[in-house]
Nanobody, 122 residues
């Protein structure tokens, strides 16, 4: 399985960015975005389950929307009102076997994309 993330870039605070993650296969139970800032651990951002249910970290809730295409092979993350603390490398991940209670745990994901840099200047 290959995951290809794209769409990162640089914007000013208050701006918007849209990330995409295209998978080479389908039938994932969860497709998820994580991020990792320099010197920090990888943290959960948002996830979408195969039934369409979504979950967001408190830090991005209300400012971000996760969605996917009808084929369920591409997941998107629309981020609005970006803040400097959103600066990080954003990774997409996918799992076919994850249980709900582990959906926010990066170590539980089998498949990872290469990451895309998001930089927000103040």
């Amino acid at each position: 399985v290959q995951l290809q993330a794209s769409g990162g870039g640089t914007t000013q605070a208050g701006g918007s960015l849209s990330l995409s993650c295209a998978a080479s296969e389908r039938n994932f139970r969860y497709m998820t975005w994580f991020r990792q800032a320099p010197g920090k651990e990888r943290e959960f951002v948002a996830t979408i389950k195969n039934d369409g249910a979504t979950d967001y970290a408190d830090s991005v809730k209300g400012r971000s929307t996760i969605s996917r295409d009808n084929a369920k092979t591409t997941v998107y993350l629309q981020m609005n009102n970006l803040k400097p603390e959103d600066t990080a490398v954003y990774y997409c991940a996918a799992s076919r076997t994850l249980i709900a209670s582990s959906r926010r745990s990066p170590e539980q994901y089998s498949f990872w994309g290469q990451g895309t840099q998001v930089t927000v200047s103040s």
